[in-house]
DNA sequence: GTCTATACTCGGATAGAC
DNA sequence: GTCTATCCGAGTATAGAC
């Protein structure tokens, strides 16, 4: 709640991604918006002139940007399999604050959001995800085919893991998720 | 969208259903849930006096009822480990459409709806979930600690494959996590 | 029990001063 | 670039006829 006089650009967009994270597109209602950034609304139309949508975009852009590079790109480093996939799982920890906060791809899949502007970006960073648990789990040893279906099972439980930690009200699924995560890739 | 002349108790809570599971809570104005359903506002709040909420409480009570039914109970049932899962990932099937169609749970697990009246069905539905899963494990052959982990596990793929599938557009992956459940619960 | 019509609030968006 | 003030439409909810 405390806010400095003025904040940049990154504290903007975080911001403003809390918001959505936290109750969804629909009711993040610029009184709301409003209220976490410090800005008015007539300030926000300044730097989003196309309004929510454009926050919403921007909002997930910059996530998606985050998530490449704490996450995606560990995943395709070179080196050890084992420590790219622990550095990877304690960046998720950070970027979900330890299972507190809900998933942008989750909250923005909603297809009737405007015709569902956002689901090419959902779908990309999926796939961009997958690719990365599946590189790892051939860089690990696994056959191509095997690769592919541990990274899915791996993005599957992520989002899950997150879901039912929210539901239970409870951190210890997603905890677990991370635990467990090299295995999942590197092999039973 | 055509629609008989009277509709009965089940088939208004069904419409229902299906808007809040498609778009969202608040993204279900009441002008879309009197589309979907045939009736005006008015005949709305003359069934649900208290209104979008009263709705989306009687919905989720409904669905989870279903769900208890078709899901739980057979998990939960005598006989054969196997063919109770089997009638589980079937009935699973159908609740979920062949994964088109979200979760209630996650749907309506925004912490933001009018304080969050919803959490507590919720995390009673997830708990009897795993449960459900834990018992069954058992069931299978597995020691009770190992049975919680794997009951949790599958929740989480369930949730997670319905949101990936989503994301992908793209029900592959929803379909893979029912014919892997059984494998998933009894045992590797 | 369903309708039409309407009241009222809130959310999205703009104008214009500073 | 940020503000106050305002407009307009959408959304929730109610009144009252049939």
């Keep these: 709640m405390a806010r400095p006089k003025s904040i940049?650009?990154?504290e903007l967009l975080s911001r403003l991604e809390n918001v959505?994270?936290?109750?969804?597109?629909?009711?993040a209602s610029l009184a709301v918006l409003s209220k976490a950034t410090g800005l008015q609304k007539a300030s926000l139309y300044h730097r989003f002139p196309r309004g929510k949508a454009q926050m919403a975009q921007e909002v997930l852009s910059a996530a998606l940007d985050c998530f490449t590079q704490q996450v995606i790109a560990p995943l395709n480093a070179a080196g050890d399999p084992e420590k790219r996939l622990a550095l990877a799982a304690s960046n998720l920890d950070q970027y979900y604050f330890g299972g507190r906060k809900a998933c942008l791809l989750n909250i923005f899949a909603s297809p009737d959001i405007d015709g569902g502007p956002f689901q090419p970006s959902i779908r990309a960073a999926f796939?961009?995800?997958l690719k990365a648990f599946a590189k790892i789990a051939r860089d690990g040893g696994a056959p191509a085919s095997e690769a592919r279906q541990r990274a899915e099972r791996a993005v599957a439980l992520l989002q899950g893991?997150?879901?039912l930690s929210r539901g239970l009200q409870n951190h210890a699924p997603f905890?677990?998720?991370?635990?467990?995560?090299?295995s999942e890739i590197l092999g039973k």
Excluded: H, I, N, Q
């Design 175 to 182: 905890k677990r998720f991370l635990k467990e995560l090299p």
């Design 161 to 163: 893991s997150l879901v």
């Design 8 to 10: 940049g650009e990154d």
């Design 20 to 27: 959505f994270r936290e109750v969804g597109y629909e009711a």
């Design 127 to 129: 796939e961009a995800l």
